[in-house]
């Protein structure tokens, strides 16, 4: 690098012209001028200028590099909210087709329950027209058993009677068919209703297994009771027999061994004795009693289950002829 060493003027003015400032030589008083040439210069080198470019350029660079990544980030920005915006919208259009869709069911659920009663009031003029059928035929057949002559026909509509009488003819098949079902289902009833008759039975067979052990095992314990009453009669008996002959020995005077007994039991321990075998016998009689009416009313609850179910077979076997010979004759 090459120094330049700054000139400095002895004396420099600055006189403004129209083309801007320029310098010139100070006029003396006496007219004369001195011109001074100044030096051309610049105050900075050109090295700095380019390096305040370079870095003006940098700088610019990176504001630049900013924005774009700024502008970058805003977009994506925009576009991740566009997304959800979307699915916002999918969410919400989803929800309103499952209102539709819950709306449209229960419709259809409403319109099955009308066509459900629209089927059942079918149903029950189906069967009002084949009762009404059943009349017209039952009358049918009277008016042709009223006039048995061959001659007895309808000539005047021979095709509406033949039209009538195929009709009922398919309701005849129709009913024949139902009464062949119903027929088969009252089979079914009536075996399982056989069944639960031997069930009943065996159930019956059981309970006079379980009174035939119970009777005989009264019937012991009542014999076991008799001998036992027996074996107290025959204690007492004893008893009162060498109480009397106690009595008899001491008044008389006999042996020694005798006298020992009567010393052995005194005037109170015999009343004991015998209000201990009054209250003893008072109490095996009350249980007696108490076993004889249980036994009794077990016996009476046994027979009253066996005739209510008896009588209860026995209706709905009268009910059952009742009801088919009813459709019997009804077909």
């Not at 016998?281 to 005739?307: F, G, H, Y």
Request: hydrophobic share 35%.
């Amino acid at each position: 690098m090459k120094e330049h060493e700054p000139r400095y003027p002895y004396c420099v003015q600055v006189i403004e012209t129209f083309y801007g400032y320029d310098e010139e030589a100070s006029v003396d008083s006496d007219g004369s001028s001195l011109s001074f040439h100044t030096d051309r210069t610049p105050d900075t080198e050109p090295e700095e200028v380019c390096v305040r470019e370079e870095a003006e350029l940098r700088y610019r660079q990176l504001t630049q590099d900013r924005y774009q990544t700024r502008v970058a980030d805003l977009e994506s920005a925009l576009k991740q909210q566009g997304l959800d915006v979307k699915w916002v919208e999918e969410k919400q259009l989803l929800y309103q087709r499952n209102q539709e869709l819950v709306e449209k069911v229960r419709q259809m659920e409403g319109e099955e329950l009308r066509l459900q009663d629209d089927i059942q009031d079918a149903r029950d003029q189906n069967e009002l027209l084949e009762f009404r059928i059943l009349e017209l035929e039952v009358k049918h057949r009277a008016t042709l058993t009223c006039h048995q002559l061959p001659t007895t026909t309808f000539p005047r509509r021979p095709q509406s009677s033949d039209i009538v009488i195929s009709e009922l003819m398919k309701k005849l098949d129709i009913l024949g068919d139902n009464a062949v079902s119903w027929l088969e289902s009252i089979e079914v009833t009536k075996s399982a209703l056989q069944q639960k008759m031997l069930d009943i039975e065996s159930e019956k067979d059981l309970f006079s297994k379980q009174k035939g052990y119970l009777d005989e095992e009264l019937d012991y314990r009542k014999q076991s009771m008799d001998q036992a009453h027996k074996r107290i009669l025959e204690l007492e008996a004893m008893l009162f027999e060498a109480l009397q002959q106690e009595e008899e020995s001491r008044m008389e005077g006999l042996k020694m061994e005798e006298g020992r007994l009567s010393e052995s039991l005194t005037e109170e321990e015999r009343e004991e004795l015998r209000r201990a075998m009054d209250q003893w016998k008072r109490t095996v009689m009350c249980e007696l009693r108490e076993r004889d009416a249980q036994i009794l009313r077990e016996r009476m609850e046994l027979l009253q289950l066996t005739q209510q179910v008896h009588a209860n077979t026995m209706l709905f076997l009268f009910l059952f002829l009742f009801f088919s010979l009813a459709f019997i004759l009804w077909s």
